[in-house]
């Protein structure tokens, strides 16, 4: 993905017709053209990934989704460990499950091996949009777990293309930023005016190469759904392999046979709005009304870039305790992976987040819509 990324932004035109049609990349809402022709640190622009795995009816696993902005979760994965490490401490002695609290440590170890070249040991810190944001939990969980400072946008400011942050002791240099604000909230001099929640001049400094952005701004151009459904296209291209696992079936509605078929067929699929996250947008129109079946399909006839559709795919269940029942019943999941990337290392998270739909029938199991979470096992 790291490649595809370098492709999308750098010079090697030619392979984005050979990969994913250009028209596709220049129309995801994610691109980002002040990334043109930035080369981060090592060449990696993707250094967490979130990898969103089901398992289908049929019996097999399929990628529902790649997270490459900021993804989020894995603080519930390791609070999750914890809780059930005293719940079930005996259990854990006898099960061999496989660690996953090295995390914190790896991801610093990660973000310290893609800093500019200093000559004192790199300074991170994680900005937040602050208090008020729905993942902050994780934000000042994963910063003081990590030991690095949790800084908001006012807390930084840049001067000769170097960023700063305030601290009693006066200014002190910053060389790795981990991000989680949303690119166009980063610099208010280069994307959004408007803005509070980023630094001025911080994207200057990015493009003079004295800070590294944790995941590199216009990564998002990988979530977007569309071009999520040419990934395996993008591993075989790059790597000359197989997918090990395939991506769920796509159909992008810009395609005017895909666009066809979804039109006949919008009962039997799931409407997903391409550049949304978090679980919004997404239809499982065998469960609306004819009404509302029209609305959607209206909507797409106006806007087909902005829409994929895949068939209904029926996730795996797991017993699961209803606290206002007071008894388990089953209820459908996913797994969330993480993958860490930095300089001559890379670390996949033996474990992962479970994450599950607390309502009844309900195929989304979005933490924002409602979800819960489960404690998942790696045996040794």
């Not at 035109?13 to 043109?36: C, G, N, Q, T």
């Not at 399929?62 to 979760?73: A, F, H, I, K």
């Not at 300074?123 to 400072?149: D, K, R, V």
Request: proline share 6%; glycine share 8%.
């Amino acid at each position: 993905m790291n490649l595809f990324i370098q492709d999308v932004y750098g010079d090697r035109k030619i392979l984005k017709d050979k990969i994913v049609p250009s028209a596709l990349i220049f129309s995801s809402p994610h691109y980002s053209e002040e990334m043109k022709s930035i080369k981060p640190q090592n060449g990696i622009y993707c250094h967490i990934s979130g990898t969103d795995l089901i398992r289908h009816s049929d019996g097999e696993y399929y990628v529902l989704e790649d997270n490459l902005r900021s993804p989020s979760g894995v603080s519930y994965v390791l609070s999750n460990r914890d809780a059930m490490k005293r719940t079930l401490s005996n259990a854990f002695r006898w099960a061999n499950v496989r660690s996953v609290n090295e995390y914190p440590a790896e991801l610093l170890a990660t973000l310290q091996s893609v800093a500019p070249v200093t000559d004192d040991q790199p300074t991170c810190a994680l900005l937040t949009p602050g208090t008020y944001n729905s993942a902050y939990y994780e934000h000042s969980f994963l910063a003081q777990t990590m030991g690095i400072e949790l800084v908001e946008g006012g807390d930084l400011f840049v001067e000769n293309n170097y960023v700063f942050m305030r601290t009693i002791h006066g200014p002190k240099r910053v060389d790795v930023i981990y991000r989680r604000i949303d690119d166009a909230y980063l610099d208010p001099l280069v994307f959004r005016p408007e803005s509070m929640l980023g630094v001025p001049g911080i994207m200057g400094a990015y493009r003079a190469g004295n800070i590294t952005i944790v995941n590199a701004p216009g990564t998002g151009v990988a979530d977007d759904k569309a071009v999520c459904s040419y990934v395996p296209a993008m591993i075989r291209y790059y790597l000359g392999e197989e997918p090990i696992i395939p991506n769920v079936p796509t159909y992008l509605c810009e395609r005017e046979e895909d666009l066809k078929y979804v039109l006949e067929h919008t009962r039997d699929l799931v409407i997903k709005p391409v550049d949304m996250s978090g679980g919004y947008g997404v239809l499982v129109c065998d469960r609306l009304s004819s009404a509302e079946l029209e609305d959607i399909k209206l909507k797409i006839q106006a806007d087909p870039r902005n829409y994929i559709a895949q068939p209904r795919m029926s996730l795996s269940v797991h017993s699961t305790y209803i606290e206002n029942k007071g008894e388990f019943e089953p209820r459908h999941i996913d797994l969330r992976t993480f993958t860490l990337m930095g300089k001559d290392r890379q670390f996949v998270l033996p474990g992962g987040l479970s994450r599950v739909a607390l309502k009844e029938g309900s195929l989304i199991v979005n933490s924002s819509q409602g979800g819960g979470s489960k404690d998942t096992w790696v045996l040794v």
